[in-house]
């Protein structure tokens, strides 16, 4: 069974510009996590969709960052404008019930 | 303060030595708690999960939750060089359909 991936798994890109990145979760799983980890911290939670609506996007660090789950299927995660405090490695988990499964992140470089 | 404390390290053991990994939380809501191994440029892969107090075991790992204490742990038995990556410990309030708390991981090294 495929794991949760995540494309690309590493972008540069100059303040201002977007990205978007893309996460497809385990086949079934109806909940999907975005989470984030800036340098020398600890990953942070940003939002959580159960099929296609959002239960809960409480760490969306501001109305730059835009999250949508088309269908219930894969997400993405847009960043626009970009700004440098957003560089960092970008993580999707998903799960069906208890135990969540992550991707193997995004890094993201704003320069 | 941080809702869950958790000390970097890094923390050097030779292989075969038994390895004790803590957490500490504030939040007594916590009810599901999980350990993630980490590898350098890797995604977390959960390791253990533990519902409330008590012990869980799978092979060389150990998971255990003192609730009234608010200190979760891991041990790992026998350690080899291929248990060398950063262990995250996660909490939640209500299982998997809720956020994750991290701590900021501790990085192991096992050398021959």
């Known amino acids: 069974e495929a794991g949760v991936t995540q494309f690309p798994s590493h972008s540069v890109i100059e303040k201002g510009q977007t990205v978007t990145l893309r996460c497809d979760p385990i086949?079934?799983?109806?909940?999907l996590y975005w989470y984030r980890r800036v340098m020398g911290k600890e990953i942070k939670f940003l939002l959580h969709f159960v099929k296609e609506s959002k239960q809960d996007e409480s760490g969306m660090p501001n109305n730059r960052f835009l999250a949508e789950r088309t269908g219930g299927t894969y997400s993405t995660l847009k960043v626009q404008p970009a700004e440098l405090e957003d560089s960092g490695v970008y993580f999707c988990?998903?799960?069906?019930?208890?135990?969540?499964?992550f991707g193997p992140g995004t890094r993201l470089t704003v320069t | 303060q941080k809702e869950v404390e958790q000390d970097p390290g890094p923390l050097s053991v030779p292989e075969g030595a038994i390895v004790s990994l803590n957490c500490t939380y504030s939040n007594s809501a916590f009810q599901y708690f999980m350990w993630y191994r980490q590898y350098s440029r890797k995604g977390p892969e959960l390791l253990m999960y533990t519902y409330s107090s008590g012990n869980k075991e799978d092979g060389r790992f150990t998971a255990q939750v003192d609730k009234s204490s608010k200190y979760i742990s891991l041990f790992i038995r026998d350690s080899q060089p291929s248990d060398s990556a950063t262990y995250l410990c996660a909490m939640s309030r209500s299982g998997g359909y809720n956020k994750l708390i991290f701590g900021a991981g501790t990085r192991l090294a096992v050398h021959p």
């Open positions: 988990a998903s799960s069906d019930y208890y135990e969540q499964y």
């Open positions: 086949s079934g799983h109806d909940n």
